[in-house]
């Protein structure tokens, strides 16, 4: 089946330092990868849309330029926490939508996440 | 837009009881509903995908079914086992959110051995 990786899995980072985090489709190709956030005890809530080639579109409410996404390629989008502080600190999980399937089932396959500590 | 809603938020039965758990959603134009597992700080694994075109899918000992009109989806767990427990997230693809998904804010599931 499809997978999608995350890289790293765990960071510690010092407040005010930066933070990038990879998200990969291993075995296909895609044009939409998501950035979702999950604090402790609560459910994932969408950062953003990333769109291969185009700017990212966020949420309400989630800053655009503390929260920098790049996605370069078909396969790779990055997220990057810029000036990170302690309540930065959280669950990070992509998810990737394989551009092959479009029009058909949408179906979208997640990475195994990444935890954020910002001390 | 569109609002997924799951109840019970925890959830503590004992080990061999059926049990279900439910997923409310506000806007029936969906694309599919998803159900989800994530056991403690790890990422999701996917349990059931229903397409909107259908009424209900199975694996093992999981049904999962979808009634659009009524904004409704259950997750029917037969026989629990300690290892079910973990928290059972559902998430809605639709039309109105511009085919992102949208997650409930899950229900804890522990089964007492």
């Known amino acids: 089946g499809a997978v999608v990786s995350q890289h790293p899995s765990r960071v510690i980072c010092k407040s005010g330092t930066s933070v990038k985090i990879e998200c990969r489709s291993l075995?296909?190709?895609?044009?939409?990868m998501f950035w979702y956030r999950q604090f402790p005890k609560q459910s994932l809530m969408l950062m953003a849309t990333?769109?291969?080639?185009?700017?990212?579109?966020?949420e309400q409410g989630v800053e655009k330029d503390k929260f920098l996404i790049n996605h370069a390629s078909l396969t790779l989008s990055t997220l990057t926490v810029t000036s990170a502080h302690p309540e930065d600190s959280s669950f990070y999980i992509c998810s990737a939508r394989d551009s092959g399937l479009a029009g058909t089932h949408y179906e979208q396959y997640f990475g195994p996440g990444t935890r954020l500590t910002v001390t | 837009k569109q609002e997924v809603t799951q109840i019970p938020a925890a959830l503590s039965v004992p080990e061999g009881e059926n049990l279900v758990l439910n997923c409310s959603f506000t806007d029936s134009a969906i694309y599919n509903l998803q159900w989800f597992r994530q056991d403690p700080g790890k990422g999701l694994t996917s349990l059931l995908l229903?397409?909107?075109?259908?009424r209900e899918q199975t694996s093992g000992r999981l049904n999962a079914s979808l009634d659009k009109s009524s904004g409704r989806s259950t997750l029917y767990i037969a026989a629990s086992q300690p290892g079910d427990s973990a928290t059972y997230l559902c998430?809605?693809?639709?039309?109105?959110?511009?085919?992102?998904?949208?997650f409930g804010s899950g229900t804890r599931l522990s089964i007492r051995p």
């Open positions: 998430a809605v693809m639709s039309y109105s959110s511009a085919s992102k998904i949208i």
């Open positions: 075995d296909f190709q895609a044009t939409t």
């Open positions: 990333s769109n291969e080639g185009s700017k990212a579109t966020y």
């Open positions: 229903i397409q909107s075109s259908q």
